[in-house]
């Protein structure tokens, strides 16, 4: 059976989950009348320390709204360069917002700092809370790109309220980590959170009987935020195992590994023997630990890898010593 390693979207929803699916009262929540969709809103709520919350489809339409709802046009939006707002999100401040982007220090024009927790592109790496309000101020807000937020808080053992009150908004996904089909959703004040529902609704993210959703997310909320720790734990075991090509320090459910060679090929030649990961660029490899994916799958996994990567060193080196 294959093992796929690719992502943490990759799981499927627990039979459990479908359960909670299928009894879940539901409403139009174009009218805010689905009962599982305000009860996740508030739980999420509560969790975070925040007034109030918004579920929507994707982390992606999370952000956006997030920021949307607290900047106009033409003001400086703060984005590291490795974030996935910056790389994977087709470009929706300059496009959609019209913002400038910054991604140095604040200069005057920034209305909004951006953090990511974990740092999806630097190995899910934790930022302890003081570096998630670093740029705060009286004119410039915090949003929290926090899809594997719940990672971070597993990780660490530091509440979810401690870094809501870091932050003006947070956005925090249910599709990865916590297993659900579909939704983030995004947390911060009754008025902001209101601005964000009418973004939400103009770029036609407005849903209906959204509560079978709510649910599958409300489940992954209570049922398996505390076994994120077994993902974080597979994930050191492949660190254990594959520490010659580790490419930074295993934190959390992600790991990357530097390739000898060609990184495709890996993945390529994994791929030919049931292991899915994905190639980063030339030289990289990604894998990410789940729900779907237990500790025996993992082990095997790592020895699929450890076998392909030693032998790819070996290619390599032949390569490059006959081309000389
Ligand atoms: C996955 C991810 C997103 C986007 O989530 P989607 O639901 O795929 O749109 C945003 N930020 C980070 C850090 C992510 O890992």
């Given at each position: 059976?294959?093992?796929?390693?690719?992502?943490?979207?990759?799981?499927?929803?627990?039979?459990?989950?479908?359960?909670a699916?299928?009894?879940?009262e539901?409403?139009?929540?174009?009218y805010?009348?689905?009962?599982?969709?305000?009860?996740?809103?508030?739980?999420?709520?509560?969790?975070?320390?925040?007034?109030?919350?918004?579920?929507?489809?994707?982390?992606?339409?999370?952000?956006?709204?997030?920021?949307?709802?607290?900047?106009?046009?033409?003001?400086?939006?703060?984005?590291?360069?490795?974030?996935?707002?910056?790389?994977?999100?087709?470009?929706?401040?300059?496009?959609?917002?019209?913002?400038?982007?910054?991604?140095?220090?604040?200069?005057?024009?920034?209305?909004?700092?951006?953090?990511?927790?974990?740092?999806?592109?630097?190995?899910?790496?934790?930022?302890?809370?003081?570096?998630?309000?670093?740029?705060?101020g009286?004119?410039v807000?915090?949003?929290?790109?926090?899809?594997r937020?719940?990672?971070?808080?597993?990780?660490?053992?530091?509440g979810?309220?401690?870094?809501?009150?870091?932050?003006?908004?947070?956005?925090a996904?249910?599709?990865?980590?916590?297993?659900?089909p579909?939704?983030?959703?995004?947390?911060?004040?009754r008025?902001?959170?209101?601005?964000?529902?009418?973004?939400?609704?103009?770029?036609?993210?407005?849903?209906?009987?959204?509560?079978?959703l709510?649910?599958?997310?409300?489940?992954?909320?209570?049922?398996?935020?505390?076994?994120?720790?077994?993902?974080?734990?597979?994930?050191?075991?492949?660190?254990a195992?594959?520490?010659?090509?580790?490419?930074?320090?295993?934190?959390?459910?992600?790991?990357?590994?530097?390739?000898?060679?060609?990184?495709?090929?890996?993945?390529?030649?994994?791929?030919?023997?049931?292991?899915?990961?994905?190639?980063?660029?030339?030289?990289?490899?990604?894998i990410?630990?789940h729900?779907?994916?237990?500790?025996?799958?993992?082990?095997?996994?790592?020895?699929?890898?450890?076998?392909?990567?030693?032998?790819?060193?070996?290619?390599?080196?032949?390569?490059?010593?006959?081309?000389?």
């Amino acid at each position: 059976m294959t093992i796929d390693l690719r992502s943490d979207t990759v799981t499927r929803p627990t039979p459990a989950m479908r359960a909670a699916m299928a009894r879940a009262e539901l409403g139009d929540d174009g009218y805010r009348e689905d009962p599982s969709v305000r009860a996740l809103e508030e739980e999420m709520a509560d969790l975070f320390g925040h007034e109030a919350a918004l579920f929507v489809p994707s982390g992606h339409m999370a952000n956006l709204v997030a920021v949307a709802a607290q900047t106009h046009p033409g003001d400086g939006l703060l984005l590291d360069e490795m974030s996935h707002i910056f790389r994977s999100e087709r470009g929706w401040p300059e496009r959609i917002t019209r913002l400038r982007l910054h991604t140095e220090a604040p200069a005057e024009s920034v209305t909004v700092a951006c953090v990511e927790q974990t740092q999806g592109n630097q190995g899910g790496r934790v930022l302890p809370p003081d570096a998630l309000d670093r740029h705060r101020g009286p004119t410039v807000r915090v949003h929290c790109d926090g899809a594997r937020v719940w990672n971070a808080a597993a990780a660490t053992g530091i509440g979810l309220a401690e870094y809501g009150a870091r932050v003006d908004t947070l956005a925090a996904c249910f599709s990865k980590g916590l297993g659900a089909p579909v939704g983030s959703a995004v947390v911060g004040s009754r008025e902001t959170i209101a601005r964000a529902r009418d973004w939400r609704h103009l770029l036609g993210g407005r849903m209906r009987q959204a509560g079978v959703l709510a649910a599958a997310a409300h489940h992954g909320l209570r049922e398996h935020r505390a076994r994120l720790v077994d993902d974080h734990a597979n994930a050191a075991l492949l660190a254990a195992a594959l520490q010659p090509w580790l490419e930074v320090p295993v934190e959390t459910n992600i790991v990357f590994l530097r390739t000898p060679g060609s990184a495709p090929a890996v993945e390529e030649r994994c791929r030919e023997q049931g292991v899915l990961v994905r190639a980063f660029g030339a030289d990289q490899i990604r894998i990410v630990t789940h729900l779907d994916v237990g500790t025996a799958q993992v082990t095997q996994a790592a020895d699929v890898l450890a076998q392909v990567l030693s032998s790819t060193g070996e290619h390599s080196r032949t390569d490059s010593s006959s081309s000389t």
